[in-house]
């Protein structure tokens, strides 16, 4: 046996592939590795999000009673499989049921909602003529 028992010999143009295969999964790696910090902020984003989105909408369901606000509750999870939990990533969702409950008043509640919202973000909140509930959560994502 030889000084390199495992030696071998591969053609030239299977070596420039393999170096070509290289440098393709490092760029991979690399963009994949760039684009963790943005999804890591997005995540604490979220996070620090989704816990004052839920105090905006029971503070605004709570004008109607807390026993009125549990039954709201219940009734978008039967109905509509929306849970509290889920308000940040289901906005058409409770914007649906919000509508399916109050008919033209739910939008009254939206605007509630996201003004309290922002209120506890410390931003000023002006709803144009055009404002959109579900557009401005789903906005939140970016």
Not at 16 to 35: D, G, V
Not at 56 to 80: C, H, I, N, P
Request: proline share 4%.
């Amino acid at each position: 046996m030889g000084l390199y028992p495992s030696l071998v010999v591969i053609p030239l143009e299977t070596e420039m592939y393999l170096n070509r295969l290289s440098l393709a999964l490092i760029k991979c790696a690399s963009a994949s590795m760039a684009a963790m910090p943005q999804t890591e902020l997005m995540v604490a984003q979220r996070a620090k999000i989704a816990p004052k989105l839920i105090q905006a909408v029971d503070e605004t369901l709570e004008m109607f009673g807390r026993k009125a606000k549990s039954q709201v509750y219940d009734y978008l999870e039967k109905r509509f499989g929306l849970r509290r939990d889920e308000i940040l990533d289901k906005p058409e969702t409770l914007s649906k049921g919000l509508r399916s409950l109050f008919g033209s008043a739910s939008r009254l509640i939206e605007l509630n909602i996201v003004k309290k919202f922002n209120n506890k973000l410390g931003i000023r909140f002006q709803p144009s003529e055009t404002f959109n509930f579900v557009d401005y959560i789903t906005s939140l994502e970016t």
